[in-house]
C-alpha cells in the first residue's frame, strides 16, 4: 500500500488529526479500497508542490498509482454529496461560522472537452472567455473558512446534446443552470437536509435581478445579506408619517434622488476587519427600509433593509449596495456580515487554489465534483491545521454579531 512519507506531510500539521479527519469526511464511502484512495488523493493535494496533476499526486502518494486515482475521481460511483455533508458539520463544530457565503468560481479552459467548458460571458471579467463557471458554499467567520459545496454551471450545449452528455456521464436530473440559479439550490439543500445551524446566505446578484432569487429565500426563511446593482428596482418604506411609500428604480422624475435621501437619513460609522487588506476600517453606512417592486406574491411585500456604503452611502454610484431581509439587525452587523466575503475570495486565492481548485482536467461531471469534495476536504484540513480544535474568540464590541434571534428571517 502506498504511504505518504513523513517528511511529505505539510509543516505544522498534525499527522493524527490529517488522518482522522479524512477518516471521518469519508465514512460515507461503501468500500475500503475507495476510502483508502480517497485519503491518498486528499495527502496529496496537501503535500504534493505545483499543479495537482494526477501523475504529480500518484508520485507524491507512492509510483503506480495514476492511473488508480484516476479511477477514483473520474468513474468510482461513490456519492459526493454525504461526504460534503459531514465535512460542513465538522467544520461548523469548530469554526462556529457566522455566514454562509456564495462565491464564485470561473475557470478558464483553452480546448472544448473538460465538462461545461464554452465561451460565456463572466461578471466578475466583464467579458467572454472560454471556461467553467462554478458556485462555491463557503462556511465562513472572521477567523477562517472553508468550502463546502460546489455547483457547476452548465451551458445548454452540455445538457440538450445526447452525445456530449453521454460523454460527460452527466446524470438525467441535471440541467443547464445559470451561476446564480445554481448556488440558490445548492443553499436550499444545505438549509434544508444538511442538519447545519442556518446562518445568513452572502451573494453577490449585481449580476442579475435580485428579486426572483431574493423572494424565493424569503419564501423558504433563509436569511440573507445580498449585493445589488444601483440599477435594482425598490419601494421605500419609511415609518416616518413625513415619507410616504415611494417607488424608486422607474421611469419617474428623479427616483435616484429618493433613494439617496432615504439612505443618508440613518447613517453611522461601522468599523469592520478588512480580509483583503488585513486591516481594521472605518466604513460609513447608510439605510433604510424597502420591499421588492414587482408581484403580488407575499415576498414581495416583506420589509427589507438596504444598505448604502462608502464615501457617500447615500450615492449608490459611489460605493455598494446589500439588500437583508433581517431588518431587526443593526445596520452594523450585517454589513460585517457582508463583509465575510473578503474573507472567502482571499481564502480561495490564497488556499484552495494552491491546493489545486481549478487543476482538473478530467471530461466527467463526477469526476469535476469528486476532485472539488476532496479539495474542499484538503482546504478545511489546511485551514484548522494550527489547531484543529480552534478556540474562538469573542469579536469585539465593534465588530460584535447580535444573537441567533437577530438574525432569523421572518416569516412571509
Not at 216 to 222: D, F, G, K, T
Not at 348 to 366: A, H, I, P, T
Request: charged share 20%; aromatic share 6%.
Amino acid at each position: 500500500m502506498a504511504v505518504v512519507r513523513d517528511q511529505d506531510r505539510p509543516d505544522g500539521m498534525p499527522t493524527e488529526f490529517v488522518t482522522e479527519f479524512i477518516a471521518d469526511a469519508l465514512a460515507s464511502v461503501p468500500r475500503s479500497d475507495q476510502r483508502r484512495w480517497g485519503d491518498l488523493y486528499v495527502k496529496g493535494l496537501l503535500s504534493a508542490a505545483g499543479r495537482k496533476t494526477m501523475r504529480a499526486l500518484a508520485q507524491q502518494v507512492g509510483g503506480g498509482n495514476e492511473q488508480n486515482l484516476h479511477q477514483f475521481i473520474s468513474k468510482s460511483p461513490w456519492n459526493a454529496v454525504p461526504v460534503r455533508q459531514q465535512l460542513a458539520r465538522s467544520f461548523q463544530q469548530r469554526a462556529e461560522p457566522r455566514a454562509w457565503v456564495v462565491h464564485p468560481l470561473v475557470i478558464t479552459k483553452v480546448g472544448r472537452h473538460s465538462v461545461g467548458v464554452g465561451r460565456q460571458f463572466v461578471p466578475q471579467l466583464g467579458r467572454v472567455v472560454n471556461c467553467q463557471q462554478g458556485m462555491g458554499v463557503w462556511l465562513a467567520s472572521d477567523q477562517l473558512s472553508c468550502p463546502v459545496d460546489w455547483q457547476l454551471s452548465l451551458p445548454e450545449r452540455w445538457t440538450d446534446e445526447p452525445d456530449v452528455r453521454r460523454r460527460a456521464a452527466i446524470p438525467e436530473h441535471v440541467g443547464p443552470c445559470a451561476p446564480e440559479q445554481c448556488a440558490l439550490a445548492a443553499v436550499t439543500r444545505m438549509a434544508s437536509g444538511w442538519g447545519l445551524r442556518q446562518k445568513p446566505v452572502v451573494m453577490d446578484l449585481r449580476a442579475t435581478d435580485p428579486r426572483r432569487i431574493c423572494a424565493e429565500l424569503i419564501e423558504r426563511r433563509i436569511p440573507f445579506v445580498v449585493r445589488i446593482s444601483s440599477s435594482a428596482s425598490f419601494e421605500i418604506v419609511d415609518p416616518s408619517p413625513l415619507w410616504r411609500l415611494r417607488e424608486v428604480g422607474s421611469d419617474r422624475s428623479e427616483p435616484r434622488s429618493v433613494l439617496v435621501s432615504a439612505l443618508r437619513r440613518h447613517v453611522l460609522p461601522v468599523e469592520w476587519f478588512d480580509h483583503s487588506t488585513g486591516t481594521m476600517r472605518a466604513t460609513a453606512v447608510g439605510s433604510t427600509r424597502v420591499r421588492l417592486q414587482g408581484q403580488s406574491r407575499p415576498a414581495y411585500r416583506q420589509s427589507l433593509v438596504l444598505l448604502g456604503s462608502g464615501t457617500d452611502p447615500g450615492d449608490p454610484q459611489q460605493g455598494e449596495l446589500w439588500l437583508s431581509n433581517l431588518p431587526q439587525a443593526q445596520a452594523g452587523t450585517l454589513y460585517r456580515t457582508a463583509m465575510l466575503s473578503r474573507r472567502v475570495e482571499r481564502d480561495q486565492n490564497e488556499v484552495s487554489d494552491r491546493l489545486g481548485l481549478r487543476d482538473f482536467e478530467g471530461r466527467s461531471f463526477r469526476g469535476w465534483h469528486h476532485h472539488m469534495t476532496l479539495v474542499s476536504l484538503a482546504h478545511a484540513i489546511t485551514a484548522l491545521r494550527t489547531d484543529p480544535h480552534p478556540v474562538v474568540p469573542p469579536v469585539p464590541h465593534s465588530l460584535s454579531v447580535t444573537g441567533s434571534r437577530s438574525l432569523e428571517a421572518p416569516a412571509a
